[in-house]
Each structure stands twice: as structure tokens, then as C-alpha cells.
């Protein structure tokens, strides 16, 4: 298992990292001052090419190894480290394949001159990398021969002459006392800081501060000095805050219906006044979206998401194609076949008819896997008595052991419960309206409505789809029906105005904002939307609508209203991938919000970007309602929007 991965630069910015464990700054300091700068290890780093991670010897400290690879012509170093204890074979393949990933995918802003930010949002990339590279060692069972690297030392190592202490035991590290000293240390590891990069000025949790008891730094003078304060000083400081009182600012009264009293005579409508027109806002250049990077488009001319995992594998194949490096084979077949020959016989349970006895300490170690990668409890504890019940009376195979056996159908039990049993082509059923093939059909708008609670993206994933059906071309109709939350309008607005000006400059589809300011009802202006857009030839209307809390009765109830004026064509549920248990309830009170005969037809889960592996509440939300996962939001921009991969996500599940 991986410590630590971190993208710098030859100068030491870094640039992006990621953290399994704490990590001591001074690991990688030492690392970037030895090689690089000083160059008392390993003379002539900088001046080499472009150079693979097996091209370079490791670089030891204190009980870590650390590989590396580098870019000459950006001047990145790319850096993974590991405890010395563990052997992974897969590090030098991880590295040549990030500095691959990482180049393809930023190296043009890294090339801008003058540049001083880079946006990574590098996670996905990752995870996806370490989750197959580790699954494909898991499979291989070390049939090749290890290879030694030479290995590098901090010069620091060689005086001393002795290795590394081990680590401490696991159960003895809460007992431990640790000595305080005045000086600091380079040994003393700090707090962990995962997925960032070191910073540079002490946080709170690294200042020092007096301690609370007797004395606490004060002396005996100011303290009596403090506790004999005139009686006429603390009466003026008690006029002075009654006065501060009084002039505060008022609050804001609200009614049953979430409005304003009319008391307040204050305004709260601030885009009233506002002019429907989305040019005048000025904003800065926007930049040139590569389409390409998002997805594919079809020979009929259809513009088709990418999933992740044929993003990160169309870059990799590219770049070796390019290479057309081959590597020559170091394990012969008499080797490799002992290999595969030793790993068979690991754990075998060969012919065995399983019994409830023999399942219920393996099922429980599952649950506790399905909880850690944040799937609801509900959810595990229902998926594993199906899967038991599945198994009890059933016999292994040959070379078949329990754990196996189990892992193998909770799999299969996944990919049933993920995969759709109904189609979610939309760029199909779009056509079938706008475009009917009947002649007694008449033509309208597709609409879509975007629900969910409060703070899980549904504006920002709005966004996203609309732009995904602008490169279809589609004419697209925005209707603002939050008409709660302040600035709703307002932020809908800004990304109308971003993708018209996307969409001049590609000659994409057309777009345009239906707002009627707040405090009006959402159910009468959506359908008056659907209206405009029937008479304006838009092919896509796409409703925003409030977020409410799922157990608030009174704001659900409105739902069933919305769905019987506007009568959308999809209602998509907007849920984010970090919510936890929860995430049961509310894929349940939304799917009986909006009566009888409708439901919602669809999850976006966003913040994908976030959790990694824990993707849990993509099986939570499903087993929950039987509704399918549509997209996944990976990112702040406009082109991060993912189809699902089921292969995928079983895998980030069961690894």
C-alpha cells in the first residue's frame, strides 16, 4: 500500500499529492535536495531526458522507500512513496503511467508562459490507476522474478552505518510516551494533511499556545492587577455593550410560507429589475472546452460521453503507441507457470457444500467492507443476507475457496443491482419528441427536472447537461424555478450567459435563461416555460427547482404539484457521492414525493471527484428504489460529466 504520491516541479512546488498515511515534509525535502539540488547521490538528475521509473535507482530514508519519475521538458518529478517492509512491484508501472496521464492531461497549461496556477483535478485519474494496477498484481501472484534496484541512501544514513528501526507495534503505539524538547525535530512526523499539498505557513493545530495552568505564562502582578478592576470601569464597559446591542442590526422576521414580513418593507426581489438579456454581464474570457476530452461523437453525429475508466485507457494506449517500446520478458514459462501453480493452492476449499455456520464469519467481514466504501447499512446488511441465502446448500469448485466463492457472487449481486433495466439513451428520446416519427404526433419540448436537497449541486450539474446537449446541437430553454434561495437566479444567469458565449464560439445549439424573479410558485412558472418553449422551437427545456430537506413534509408536499403542472419527461435526483446513510432516506422520500403514478427517473451523483473509492451511495441510492445512475458529476467544470461504467464501480467496490 501506497504512503504517499506527490507531483512537483525541479524546484519543489508542488504541483498535486495525495496521502494515504502522515508523512513527515522533511521526507520529500530531503528527497528534492539530495538528487536534485545538492546531487550527492545521484550526479546529473536534472541534465538526463525524459527518464521511466525502472531507469532510476530508489532513494531510502528512515524506514521509506521512495521511486520516482521525470519529465525534462516541464521539469516534473514525479514521486510515490512506500515503508521499505512492503515490496510493490506495480510502483514503477504507477509512475510511468501518471507522468503519462498527468502530462497528456495538463501539460499545455503547465507549457503557458507566465503561468502561475494549475487546475488538477487529478483524483479520478489516480484512484483508477492504483485500483487496477493493484487488482492486476493481486491476479499475477509475483510469477515474475523480483527485481533489485540499486538503491540511494540520504546521506545521513551512512553515518551511522545501522538500518532503520522497525515500526512500532500497533498496540503499543497508544501507550508510547513522547519525549517534549524545545528543538525541532526532522524525525517528528506532523499531523496529516491527505490530499494537499505541505503548507507552507503553520496551520492552528501547529501554533503553540501557554498552558491553562497555575501562573499560565502571566505574572503575579498582572494577574492581581486584572482582578482588581474598578468598579466604575466595569460599569462603563456594561453601558457600552448594551449600546452596542441596541444598535445591531435588526433581524429579519420570516413567515409560515418562508417569506418576508411586509413590516420589513425591505425588497428582496434583486433581479426584478434585472433584463432578461444575458450579454451585458461581463465576465472574464471563458476558456475553449476540449470536447474530445469529455467524450466521442458517432458517426450519426451524436456527441456521447466518455466513462472514466476509457478516458484513462485511451491516454495510456496513445502514449504507447507513440513510445512502441517493448520490454523484454524477465521470467520464463517454467517460472511463471510455478507461480500461478503455488497461488492456486492457497485457501482451497475444494468440493465443499456451504452451511450458515460456515458463511456468517466471511458475510460479516463483508458488511464491514460494503460500510467502509460508504454503503449504507440498510443496504450492506440487505445484500448480504442475499447473498447467504444464495450460498447456503451450494458446493465450491475444485480450487474454490469461501472467501472466493462469496466475493464472486456479492460481484455478481452488484452489477445486477446497478445495471438498468431500462434505457438511458436521452439523446434517443429527445429525438422521439421533438422529432416524431408519426404525423399525429405533434412536435414539443423534451424537459427535464432537476431535484434534490439543499447543497448538492443540482444548479452546477444543470450546467453540465446543458452543455453536454449543446454539443448535440440541441436549443435549449433554462427555467429558474428556485425561487427561495438567494442568488438562485442569479447563479443561473452567470452560467446561461458562460455557455451562450461556449456556444457562439464552437457554433453549437442555442440557449437562453426563463426567469420570473422570487416568491412567485415554481409549478406556474415551469409551466409557463414549457409554454415559451413550445412556441420558440427550443428542443430541451431543463427546470431548476429548490432544494428541500427530505423529512420536511410541508416543502415535499409541493412536489406532486410540480410534477402534475409541469409534466416533465425525466426527473433526475441530484445526490451527492459523500452523503452516508442518509442517502436511503432521501432516494425514498423523493421517489414517493411525487405521487402515485410518478416517480423519479434518475440519479446524478455528484462530487465523484471526492470520495475515490467509497462509492457507496451508488448502491445505496439504487437498491433503495430500483431507479438507475444516469451521470457522474467529476469535476467544477463544464465538460465533467461521466457516464457510469458498472464493470467499474464493482471494482472500486470489491477491492
Given amino acids: 500500500m501506497l504512503d504517499g504520491f506527490e507531483i512537483l516541479t525541479t524546484s519543489g512546488v508542488v504541483l498535486w499529492s495525495k496521502s494515504y498515511a502522515p508523512l513527515s515534509s522533511s521526507l520529500i525535502n530531503g528527497f528534492v535536495k539530495d538528487v536534485f539540488i545538492e546531487e550527492k547521490v545521484l550526479p546529473g538528475a536534472i541534465a538526463t531526458d525524459d527518464t521511466a521509473a525502472a531507469q532510476n535507482p530508489s532513494y531510502k530514508k528512515d524506514k521509506y522507500t521512495l521511486r520516482w519519475a521525470s519529465v525534462k521538458d516541464l521539469g516534473l518529478v514525479f514521486v510515490a512513496v512506500y515503508q521499505s517492509l512492503l515490496h510493490l512491484s506495480w510502483v514503477d508501472k504507477l509512475l510511468d503511467n501518471i507522468r503519462i496521464l498527468f502530462v497528456d492531461l495538463y501539460g499545455d497549461q503547465i ?10 483535478d487529478f483524483d479520478g485519474y489516480f484512484d483508477q490507476q492504483v485500483r487496477e494496477l493493484e487488482g492486476s498484481a493481486e491476479k499475477v501472484s509475483q510469477r515474475a522474478p523480483q527485481i533489485v534496484h540499486d538503491t540511494l541512501s540520504s546521506p545521513s544514513d551512512f553515518d551511522g552505518g545501522n538500518e532503520a528501526p522497525p515500526p512500532p507495534m500497533p498496540g503499543l503505539l497508544s501507550s508510547q510516551k513522547k519525549p517534549t524538547s524545545a528543538t525541532t525535530s526532522t524525525d517528528v512526523t506532523p499531523t496529516s494533511t491527505p490530499d494537499t499539498s505541505r503548507p507552507v505557513t503553520p496551520s492552528n493545530g501547529h501554533l503553540l499556545s501557554a498552558k491553562p495552568g497555575r501562573g499560565g505564562g502571566v505574572s503575579r502582578r498582572a494577574r492581581k492587577a486584572a482582578s482588581s478592576t474598578p468598579a466604575s470601569a466595569v460599569s462603563e464597559l456594561k453601558s457600552k455593550d448594551k449600546s452596542i446591542q441596541a444598535k445591531a442590526k435588526k433581524m429579519r422576521r420570516w413567515d409560515a410560507d418562508g417569506l418576508a414580513d411586509d413590516v420589513d418593507e425591505v425588497p428582496l426581489d434583486y433581479s426584478a429589475t434585472s433584463d432578461v438579456d444575458l450579454r451585458p454581464i461581463s465576465s472574464p474570457d ?55 501453480i503455488s497461488g492456486l493452492f492457497r485457501n482451497v476449499v475444494g468440493g465443499k457444500v456451504l452451511t450458515k455456520k460456515d458463511l456468517e464469519g466471511p458475510m460479516k467481514g463483508m458488511e464491514e467492507h460494503l460500510l467502509k466504501k460508504n454503503v449504507a447499512r440498510e443496504a450492506a446488511v440487505r445484500l448480504c443476507e442475499g447473498v447467504e441465502r444464495e450460498l447456503i446448500g451450494a458446493k465450491t469448485g475444485s480450487f474454490e475457496s469461501i472467501q472466493n466463492r462469496i466475493q464472486s457472487s456479492m460481484s455478481s449481486t452488484l452489477r445486477k443491482i446497478l445495471t438498468p433495466t431500462t434505457s438511458l439513451d436521452i439523446l434517443s428520446s429527445i429525438h422521439r419528441v421533438t422529432s416524431p416519427t408519426n404525423p399525429l404526433q405533434a412536435r414539443r419540448p423534451y424537459t427535464i427536472s432537476i431535484v434534490g436537497v439543499n447543497g448538492v449541486g443540482k444548479s452546477t450539474s444543470l450546467s453540465k447537461l446543458a452543455f453536454f446537449l449543446l454539443q448535440n446541437n440541441f436549443r435549449i430553454l433554462i427555467a429558474a424555478c428556485d425561487t427561495f434561495r438567494s442568488g438562485a437566479v442569479e447563479q443561473l444567469r452567470v452560467h446561461a450567459s458562460r455557455l451562450r458565449e461556449l ?85 425514498q422520500a423523493f421517489n414517493q414525493a411525487f405521487g402515485a403514478k410518478r416517480g423519479i427517473d434518475g440519479f446524478v451523483i455528484s462530487k465523484c471527484d471526492t470520495v475515490g473509492e467509497m462509492v457507496g451511495v451508488l448502491v445505496s441510492m439504487v437498491h433503495a428504489t430500483g431507479v438507475p445512475v444516469v451521470f457522474l458529476g467529476v469535476g467544477q467544470h463544464y465538460g465533467d460529466l461521466r457516464t457510469v461504467n458498472v464493470g467499474s464501480v464493482v471494482g472500486l467496490l470489491m477491492s
Fill in 286 to 340: 471563458i476558456e475553449t472546452v476540449d470536447m474530445a476530452a469529455s467524450g466521442t461523437r458517432t458517426g450519426k453525429g451524436q456527441y456521447i460521453l466518455k466513462d472514466l475508466d476509457d478516458e484513462v485507457h485511451s491516454i495510456l494506449q496513445n502514449a504507447n503507441g507513440k513510445q512502441a517500446k517493448t520490454t523484454p520478458s524477465t521470467g520464463g514459462v517454467v517460472s511463471s507457470g510455478l507461480g500461478a
Fill in 111 to 120: 507549457k503557458k508562459p507566465h503561468s502561475s496556477v494549475v487546475e488538477c
Fill in 503 to 587: 456556444s457562439d464560439r464552437e457554433g453549437l445549439g442555442r440557449i437562453e435563461l426563463y426567469e420570473k424573479g422570487y416568491g412567485k410558485d415554481a409549478s406556474h412558472i415551469a409551466r409557463d416555460a414549457i409554454a415559451y418553449a413550445s412556441q420558440q422551437d427550443f428542443d430541451v427545456v431543463l427546470i431548476d427547482t429548490a432544494g428541500r430537506r427530505h423529512n420536511d413534509a410541508r416543502l415535499m408536499s409541493s412536489l406532486e404539484k410540480f410534477a402534475d403542472l409541469a409534466k416533465p419527461d425525466k426527473i433526475l435526483m441530484v445526490g451527492e457521492a459523500l452523503v452516508g446513510t442518509d442517502s436511503v432516506k432521501q432516494a
